[in-house]
């Protein structure tokens, strides 16, 4: 079954502009992680952020996990054209090693 | 030096036909997994193996059958290709099986389009 659910499904905006992905999922979980994928690629590990952790940063990008609310976010900052892509988010819920991702927010920075 | 590797990147056949998707990872990983994203992009879990054994077998057609030569091989056999099969299939592979589900590496995908 579908775990996360990604919001919005799209956000154009312009170079040098913060984007905001959210990503909301239904059950426990032991972590949670966030993937992009370019055009036609395949999915690229970003970052993970465990369920005993609230804030994680990587470079210009920064996840938050809120277990109470049951949700992420993953803020990308001062983005650029070649961050246009779609990304997912994926929820670790301890069921023997699946990962179930989002459906994802295609994200588009114009420059 | 590609860490994982599926082949082939494309592949147009008829409906009911068979085909393969190999995939080979050289991370030294022990579990392997195959992904299909569909046309609207819903990445869903079909199988894992975890050194050489199935571990996951989601609802999946009896029509695709995982064969796990060796922890570095992960292939994918399927018989009786139907149109709604069309989809890009992903192979992935990761460090740890069980409690935890670590990082993901994921092949570039094969397009399947039945026709």
């Known amino acids: 079954s579908q775990q996360g659910e990604e919001d919005p499904q799209a956000l154009s905006i312009q170079e040098g502009e913060n984007a905001t992905m959210n990503c909301s999922y239904k059950t426990s979980i032991n972590n949670l992680q966030w993937y992009r994928q370019n055009s036609g690629r395949g999915l690229v590990h970003l970052i993970l952020i465990r369920s005993n952790e609230r804030e994680k940063h990587s470079g210009r990008l920064r996840v938050t996990l809120d277990t109470s609310k049951k949700s992420s976010s993953l803020l990308i900052t001062a983005s650029r054209a070649a961050d246009t892509a779609s990304y997912f988010c994926?929820?670790?819920?301890?069921?023997?090693?699946?990962?179930?991702f989002g459906q994802g927010t295609e994200l588009s920075v114009k420059p | 030096d590609t860490a994982v590797s599926q082949t082939p990147k494309y592949l147009v056949t008829q409906m009911g036909n068979d085909k393969s998707i190999k995939c080979e990872q050289n991370?030294?990983?022990?579990?392997m997994y195959w992904y299909k994203q569909d046309s609207k992009k819903f990445l869903k879990i079909m199988f894992s193996y975890n050194n050489k054994e199935l571990i996951i077998n989601e609802t999946v057609p009896n029509r695709f059958s995982p064969k796990s030569p060796d922890k570095a091989h992960l292939n994918l056999h399927i018989n009786s290709l139907e149109l709604g099969d069309s989809a890009v299939y992903f192979c992935?592979?990761?460090?740890?099986?069980?409690?935890?589900?670590?990082?993901?590496?994921f092949g570039e995908g094969s397009r399947l389009t039945v026709l």
């Open positions: 994926a929820t670790d819920n301890n069921q023997g090693g699946k990962l179930i």
């Open positions: 992935a592979s990761s460090q740890f099986s069980g409690i935890n589900t670590g990082e993901l590496f």
């Open positions: 991370l030294g990983h022990d579990t």
